[in-house]
């Protein structure tokens, strides 16, 4: 990591807290400005303070990490959100998508992939646990013939645009991996929104993910 960043950590439980705070300390291009154990003073410190990034435990007293998400994108806050949950948590993974979450990461794992999703969200990409993302796609696909039928609408290039988006590639990666430019690969995420009705970038992932045993 080369860029300086700010983290708020906010999670109820003072040692998970330190824990983080600890892995967090090791890397000097982030600096912890500020840590709360509920959701109320995590939401206030988020809007007064304005770090980077806010790593927010989705169960908190007071307001949920995915509460603070939602009100953060109402009032087009810049920070750059991270999730911790346990893997009985992963029903709301569509809503923090929804709420414009960067990064969801399983509490159990936290330690040792933080400074990775910190690393992603950085860059403006997404970070989900690798065991979490397992157990999404080992749920059965909601993918019906109306679904498949609007897959068939995209184009060979398109497809393979769409497998790299769930496997949360950044367009520059996406590009490399398809050897054509980042912009061609930008025009391809809209031509590919717009077929399948999907009004943002988090939408598109949202349904890259959900549907990526059909895309292989």
């Known amino acids: 990591m080369t860029d300086n960043l700010t983290i708020l950590i906010a999670d109820d439980h003072p040692i998970f807290r330190s824990g983080v705070r600890q892995v967090l300390a090791k890397e000097p291009t982030l600096t912890i400005i500020a840590e709360a154990e509920d959701g109320e003073d995590a939401f206030r410190k988020l809007s007064d303070l304005k770090p980077n990034i806010a790593i927010l435990d989705i169960n908190m007293p007071k307001m949920t990490g995915l509460e603070i998400a939602r009100r953060a994108s109402a009032i087009h806050s810049e920070t750059k959100i991270i999730l911790l949950t346990m893997l009985e948590d992963k029903k709301v993974f569509l809503d923090a998508m929804d709420a414009g979450v960067k990064g969801y990461l399983l509490k159990d794992s936290a330690v040792s992939?933080?400074?990775?999703?910190?690393?992603?969200?950085?860059?403006?990409?997404?970070?989900?646990s690798p065991t979490l993302a397992e157990v999404l796609l080992q749920k059965k696909s909601v993918l019906n013939n109306q679904s498949a039928g609007i897959l068939k609408e995209l184009t060979p290039t398109e497809i393979r645009v769409m497998k790299g988006i769930a496997d949360l590639k950044s367009n520059q990666e996406i590009a490399d991996a398809l050897f054509i430019s980042k912009r061609t690969v930008e025009n391809h995420r809209v031509n590919i929104a717009k077929k399948l009705n999907l009004q943002s970038s988090?939408?598109?992932?949202?349904?890259?993910?959900?549907?990526?045993?059909?895309?292989?």
Do not use: G, P, S, T
């Open 113 to 128: 992939e933080i400074l990775r999703a910190v690393a992603a969200v950085r860059d403006d990409r997404h970070y989900l």
């Open 202 to 216: 988090n939408a598109v992932i949202k349904f890259a993910l959900q549907h990526k045993a059909e895309l292989e």
